[in-house]
């Protein structure tokens, strides 16, 4: 029995939006840069908190959470890239290729921390 039989398509039930870091033009001869959503990304997936902690940097404590999010595969995802779950940015962190087969996608994200 392969892992993909574990998933399907019932499971995505939680809206996501992956965004990519765009440059624009500021028309001063300079660039902007903005999250904008990626076409063609998944917007539906199953979300699974893995872990979570708090550490003290700065001078305050700062949370800090992991999830795995499971997505119908696309190719073209990036670490650079990040997903926004009920308005809350989640860096992602690693993207697996569920045993190759080019149907899922287990993305490890991080909340709370820095990109």
């Known amino acids: 029995m392969k892992c993909c039989a574990k998933y399907?398509?019932?499971m995505l039930?939680?809206?996501i939006?992956?965004?990519r870091m765009t440059r624009t033009p500021d028309g001063a001869g300079g660039f902007t840069e903005a999250w904008a959503a990626?076409?063609?990304?998944p917007t539906r997936a199953m979300v699974k908190a893995m872990s979570g902690g708090e550490r003290w940097a700065s001078d305050r404590?700062?949370?800090t959470s992991t999830h795995r999010i499971v997505t119908r595969y696309v190719d073209g995802l990036l670490e650079s890239d990040r997903?926004?779950?009920r308005s809350r940015s989640y860096n992602i962190?690693?993207?697996n290729n569920v045993d190759f087969d080019d149907k899922f996608l287990e993305i490890t994200a991080e909340a709370g921390v820095a990109v």
């Open 13 to 15: 039930r939680e809206p």
């Open 17 to 19: 939006t992956v965004e």
């Open 83 to 85: 997903i926004i779950i």
């Open 93 to 95: 962190r690693f993207i």
């Open 61 to 63: 404590v700062e949370a």
């Open 38 to 41: 990626v076409s063609g990304a």
């Open 8 to 10: 399907n398509s019932g």
